[in-house]
């Protein structure tokens, strides 16, 4: 039994995402193959090594796999699948987007973003935005595997693995980046902060969100976030979205501004340590999860708050 | 050209479901049924390139019970031009449904399938890269905007730091995400126009299609539920207790 991770970079650095995909591989058991794929990106393979528990980096270096496109992606894992009883990929964008193409070229079922491991063929994982958890056990010979991030614990990095170079598959094509406009932020990842100040609707409008949240959120070094209705009025963009079709955190703080606690919400948030609500109406189902809640105007709250911390 | 898109029944994303008490599914017998909330993003994007002189037909697919029509209707009234239904009472699972699509593409030849990024049911997120790659087509997953063009495919996507901007030849799988457009209401007229439009029926063994499940359910429960929390009067309140945690300085 061999699990095959998926490293996710940007060809210069390893996202911590695949520290907790490689801590799900460790508890699947066996031993564990980290493949990072990309373009000048010896630098990723390196720090990659020195994750524990991985033995073997495979490093596809190519012109090519620069943009890591689904289509090249999967092109050379699949040539690479034979080995593997497991192949793992953090259950982010490009995760989600590379591993079902993996799944149905190897004509195998996936299962999406687990948040336990029950045995090497057993894996619990949510449905109905996380309002039921579903034990599956998978009959495939090669299982094929994203993991949710904020279920496992990231692995520590005191390991020595060997770097193996792998010949380059051919490039797909049909695909070709245009432009991306990442959103620029001295803020830490939304995903991995250990605290969080996500605002609603009841923000009202893109200049109080900015104005009340930010000093906030500078106060307790947060990440900011939002629900839907913030993203889609053009509050923030929609890289902040929490939720069941949004971003998945767990930090140790999560505080909600303004926003009712709709499934979809709490699908993306509720498995955070602890929970401050702060609305104006009693009866959102907000405070349903908070473990603090707050009733009043967020336009008194917020700035007072702020003040005292 | 042609553009396929896939609309899945679905509970309707209000409904909070419960679990059968022996643990073996969702009880589902008496909710509301609605079409995959980025199926109607899916169908309207169809729509749209349909009314701008782009697609010359709009086909709407369905997979599962005979009830699927309904969903099928729906698509019909919001402007596809005809349907698809392909029956089983096998719960079907994400590959057995890309299966089932590249069997339905091999017939009708697609130039575009549009479907949503994400099934609110069973949060696979799954189908439209399947079916892609079993056809051997390029995708834009989690779409917030499509231009076509001369043959190519413009797609900006929702991924984790922002937005990306890609090109993709044509034909192609597009998965939809929450801001691609605001879906249409259907109006009474067109509800009742849609009744009139061709539905076709076809099943997995017609298609040559093998839908047997690859994973089996062993179990299905509810999440522990979260403490009881407490009401807090004031900032000083709220500020002491947070404190008392050791979540802030
Ligand atoms: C397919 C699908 C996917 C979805 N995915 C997501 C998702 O991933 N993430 C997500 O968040 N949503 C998602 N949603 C949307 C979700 O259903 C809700 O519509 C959304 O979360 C509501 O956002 P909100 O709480 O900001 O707005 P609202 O529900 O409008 O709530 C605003 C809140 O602000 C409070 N408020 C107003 N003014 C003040 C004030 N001055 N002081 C204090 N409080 C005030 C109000 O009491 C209210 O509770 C999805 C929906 C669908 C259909
Ligand atoms: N049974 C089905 N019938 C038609 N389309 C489906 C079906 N299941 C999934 N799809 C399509 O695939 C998308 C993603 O579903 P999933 O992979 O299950 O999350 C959905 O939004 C639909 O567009």
Redesign the pocket.
Known sequence: MTCLVIAEHDNSSLKSATLNTVTAAAQIGGEIHLLVAGSACAAVAKSAAKITGVTKILLADAAHYAEQSPENMAALIVAHAVAYSHILAPATAAGKNIMPRVAALLDTAQISEIVAVHSPDTFVRPIYAGNVLLTVQSLDAVKVITVRATAFEATAESGQATIEHLTATADVGQSKLVSRELTQSARPELAIAKVVVSG???LGNSENFHRLLEPLADKLGAALGA????VDAGYVPNDF??????KIVAPQLYIAV?????I??LA?MKDSRVIVA????PD?AIFQVADYGLV????EIVPALTAAL | MKVLVLVKRVVD?NVKVRVKADGSGVDIANAKMSMN??DEIAVEEAVRLKEAGIASEVIAVSAGIANCQETLRTALALGADRAILIETDTQLQPLAIAKLLKAICAKEQPQLVLCGKQA?DDDANQTGQMLAALMNWPQATFASNVIVANGTLTVTREIDGGLETIEITLPAVVTTD?RLNEPRYATLPNIMKSKKKPLETTTPQALGVDVTPRLTTLNMAEPPKRAAGVMVADVAELVAKLRNEGVIA
């Open positions: 609603g609707r009841g629900s839907r209705a913030a979205q929490v939720g069941q079709t949004g303004g926003i009712s606690g709709a979809q919400h993306g702060i609305n104006k109406d959102s009043g105007d967020l336009f | 994303y909330p980025f609110i929450l």
